[in-house]
Nanobody, 116 residues
Framework: QVQLVESGGGLVQPGGSLRLSCVASGSSISIRTMGWYRQAPGKQRELVARIFTDGGNTNYADSVKGRFTISRNSAKNTVYLQMSSLMPEDTAVYYC?????????WGQGTQVTVSS
């Protein structure tokens, strides 16, 4: 089992920045990817960004490319999402995800609201 705890959400004005953190604990040795998803009201959960634990390759949703950066500190079992140039359409609950070959684990989610 893997436990994920997110932090760093909040209210920010358009154009502002936030950094989300996700700490993983438990049996994380089999984890192949860690990432961030988001779900806005009335919409499906979507991939925002993910990073491969072996090699560090990253994937981003087109809507966040150039604005968001995912990174990982393996020593701290922590993955980060640096979000810049935030827009109202980035408002959502952001979920941390860790995936192994057979399992997918989720954090409890953290609310990000972009509003003036």
């Amino acid at each position: 089992q893997v436990q994920l705890v997110e932090s760093g959400g909040g209210l920010v004005q358009p154009g502002g920045s936030l950094r989300l953190s996700c700490v993983a604990s438990g049996s994380s040795i089999s984890i192949r990817t860690m990432g961030w998803y988001r779900q806005a009201p009335g919409k499906q959960r979507e991939l925002v960004a993910r990073i491969f634990t072996d090699g560090g390759n990253t994937n981003y949703a087109d809507s966040v490319k150039g604005r968001f950066t995912i990174s990982r500190n393996s020593a701290k079992n922590t993955v980060y999402l640096q979000m810049s140039s935030l827009m109202p359409e980035d408002t959502a609950v952001y979920y941390c995800n860790a995936a192994s070959r057979l399992n997918s684990y989720w954090g409890q989610g953290t609310q990000v609201t972009v509003s003036s």
